[in-house]
């Protein structure tokens, strides 16, 4: 911990976590700084009491210290944080009503790709919306180095809890936990502490195991051009380094009673959905990858299993390659198993810096830069504002998540449940010179196939369900 100087007040300020050095890194190598900006809407069909609504977003904000984290660098360019005592900012209010919907959304869209001035600066922005259809809510941008996912909906959500409460009379939601106390425990592992060296010593042993194989959605096509290319037909990495950053997001929803299929399947089998998504993702990268049996994939970590890294809000992602190598004569059902252990592996080593990891894995195999062994990220947000305790109003939602228009990974692949029918969205986040919305689509439509041909019956093995899509 450091003290700064900011407009003439002494600030206590503390280094970046892992979790949000890799962000850091993104931002300072890439020349679209939007890169870190999420941008997502929540609107509830109904009339809105916008005064209301006002207060209860600076509750919210005095509740989320994390939302009022701020930036600077030093001399030698480290960057610091430190939080605000208050937020006193205007919360502006855009009357969208009688625009055409997806004309109001794009207007949205291009408030997303407005990139946040670094340091000493807000990194979220909030604009209360009235859209056509009755839908009224909330406009949200946040810079990922501040939030992530979990952080969103908790900060959405307890907005919308205060706002029932002070409207309605519902109780008051449960205060939220200091974040910089979760920021203390981070950096006290990363201080060289006996956990961080048990969990540096499980990844090293991992890193010397047999090299993995990269398996990409698109088929072997880049890997077979690249082992051409460099005159090495035993190469089992390939640079997925794109020469372009423009994105966009492809949504495909799955309706609410195929949803209910997927988690009735995970429910009477104690696996969680995550290990499910999984085990379709992999099939599907091993039929496009001339059936391989060795598939890695990169999961992303929550870290949010204590009552602090529920309720502190931040960014806490870490992300790690779940490779499985699984015979064709196993069951659908043993296959989910298998990544499920393999997960509960990762997850106790899940504190680690996942930057580290990957430059010593890079180091070990030799491997040219901006290799990979996973062509395809995997995060699965069960979360939902919808619930049952009566403290809010059953009434019907919309979110929206707004593409930045630049990406720094070929694919990500977001599962969240929709609000508004607890349907599931798959959100395909994608570079546009590395995949397009037709393959994108074509993806989707084997991890339905493999999905629903493992669920309907569990004894199939691995080899009939290929052979079957």
Same mark, same amino acid.
């Given at each position: 911990?450091?003290?700064?100087?900011?407009?003439?007040?002494?600030?206590?300020?503390?280094?970046?976590?892992?979790?949000?050095?890799?962000?850091?890194?993104?931002?300072?190598?890439?020349?679209?700084?939007?890169?870190?900006?999420?941008?997502?809407?929540?609107?509830?069909?109904?009339?809105?009491?916008?005064?209301?609504?006002?207060?209860?977003?600076?509750?919210?904000?005095?509740?989320?210290?994390?939302?009022?984290?701020?930036?600077?660098?030093?001399?030698?360019?480290?960057?610091?944080?430190?939080?605000?005592?208050?937020?006193?900012?205007?919360?502006?209010?855009?009357?969208?009503?009688?625009?055409?919907?997806?004309?109001?959304?794009?207007?949205?869209?291009?408030?997303?790709?407005?990139?946040?001035?670094?340091?000493?600066?807000?990194?979220?922005?909030?604009?209360?919306?009235?859209?056509?259809?009755?839908?009224?809510?909330?406009?949200?941008?946040?810079?990922?180095?501040?939030?992530?996912?979990?952080?969103?909906?908790?900060?959405?959500?307890?907005?919308?809890?205060?706002?029932?409460?002070?409207?309605?009379?519902?109780?008051?939601?449960?205060?939220?936990?200091?974040?910089?106390?979760?920021?203390?425990?981070?950096?006290?592992?990363?201080?060289?502490?006996?956990?961080?060296?048990?969990?540096?010593?499980?990844?090293? %042993?991992?890193?010397? &195991?047999?090299?993995?194989?990269? #398996?990409?959605?698109?088929?072997? /096509?880049? $890997?077979?051009?690249? *082992?051409?290319?460099?005159?090495?037909?035993?190469?089992?990495?390939?640079?997925?380094?794109?020469?372009?950053?423009?994105?966009?997001?492809?949504?495909?929803?799955?309706?609410?009673?195929?949803?209910?299929?997927?988690?009735?399947?995970?429910?009477?089998?104690?696996?969680?959905?995550?290990?499910?998504?999984?085990?379709?993702?992999?099939?599907?990268?091993?039929?496009? %990858?001339?059936?391989? &049996?060795?598939?890695?994939?990169? #999961?992303?970590?929550?870290?949010? /299993?204590? $009552?602090?890294?529920? *309720?502190?809000?931040?960014?806490?992602?870490?992300?790690?390659?779940?490779?499985?190598?699984?015979?064709?004569?196993?069951?659908?059902?043993?296959?989910?198993?298998?990544?499920?252990?393999?997960?509960?592996?990762?997850?106790?080593?899940?504190?680690?810096?996942?930057?580290?990891?990957?430059?010593?894995?890079?180091?070990?195999?030799?491997?040219?830069?901006?290799?990979?062994?996973?062509?395809?990220?995997?995060?699965?947000?069960?979360?939902?504002?919808?619930?049952?305790?009566?403290?809010?109003?059953?009434?019907?939602?919309?979110?929206?998540?707004?593409?930045?228009?630049?990406?720094?990974?070929?694919?990500?692949?977001?599962?969240?449940?929709?609000?508004?029918?607890?349907?599931?969205?798959?959100?395909?986040?994608?570079?546009?010179?590395?995949?397009?919305?037709?393959?994108?689509?074509?993806?989707?439509?084997?991890?339905?196939?493999?999905?629903?041909?493992?669920?309907?019956?569990?004894?199939?093995?691995?080899?009939?369900?290929?052979?079957?899509?």
């Amino acid at each position: 911990m450091k003290e700064f100087t900011v407009n003439n007040s002494v600030v206590q300020c503390y280094p970046l976590t892992a979790a949000q050095r890799l962000h850091n890194y993104t931002v300072k190598y890439c020349p679209c700084h939007q890169v870190l900006n999420i941008g997502t809407g929540l609107y509830v069909q109904q009339d809105v009491d916008f005064d209301l609504l006002k207060q209860a977003i600076y509750k919210s904000y005095e509740r989320f210290d994390s939302m009022r984290l701020r930036f600077l660098q030093d001399e030698d360019e480290t960057v610091y944080q430190y939080i605000v005592p208050n937020e006193e900012r205007d919360i502006p209010f855009y009357d969208f009503s009688r625009w055409n919907e997806e004309d109001a959304h794009n207007e949205m869209r291009k408030w997303t790709a407005v990139p946040f001035k670094r340091f000493n600066s807000p990194m979220n922005k909030i604009v209360m919306v009235k859209l056509p259809g009755g839908y009224n809510g909330i406009y949200l941008k946040v810079d990922h180095m501040t939030m992530d996912s979990s952080s969103i909906i908790s900060f959405n959500r307890d907005i919308l809890e205060i706002y029932c409460s002070l409207r309605y009379g519902t109780p008051y939601p449960k205060p939220m936990m200091p974040y910089l106390k979760a920021i203390e425990k981070d950096l006290e592992y990363e201080a060289n502490s006996e956990a961080r060296r048990r969990d540096e010593e499980f990844w090293m %042993n991992e890193i010397k &195991k047999s090299e993995p194989m990269y #398996t990409d959605f698109n088929g072997m /096509g880049r $890997l077979i051009t690249q *082992r051409r290319e460099n005159n090495n037909p035993n190469q089992r990495s390939a640079v997925i380094v794109s020469r372009s950053m423009d994105a966009s997001i492809s949504v495909y929803k799955l309706e609410k009673e195929p949803t209910r299929r997927l988690m009735k399947f995970c429910e009477d089998n104690q696996v969680p959905m995550t290990s499910l998504l999984l085990m379709g993702l992999r099939t599907v990268l091993s039929k496009f %990858n001339n059936e391989e &049996k060795d598939v890695s994939v990169k #999961t992303n970590v929550a870290r949010r /299993g204590t $009552l602090l890294e529920k *309720r502190s809000g931040g960014t806490r992602i870490h992300f790690f390659p779940l490779r499985t190598i699984i015979e064709p004569d196993k069951t659908f059902l043993e296959g989910i198993n298998i990544i499920q252990a393999e997960q509960n592996r990762i997850f106790r080593h899940a504190n680690f810096d996942p930057i580290e990891l990957n430059i010593r894995r890079a180091q070990y195999r030799k491997n040219i830069p901006g290799s990979s062994y996973e062509s395809i990220s995997l995060t699965y947000q069960p979360l939902s504002i919808r619930h049952d305790t009566g403290d809010m109003p059953d009434v019907n939602y919309k979110s929206m998540w707004y593409t930045n228009g630049v990406a720094a990974q070929p694919l990500y692949l977001t599962v969240m449940h929709r609000p508004e029918d607890n349907g599931m969205n798959f959100n395909f986040e994608y570079k546009k010179d590395a995949v397009t919305e037709y393959e994108m689509e074509y993806l989707y439509y084997y991890l339905c196939r493999v999905l629903f041909r493992g669920i309907e019956d569990k004894d199939r093995t691995i080899q009939e369900i290929l052979d079957m899509i």
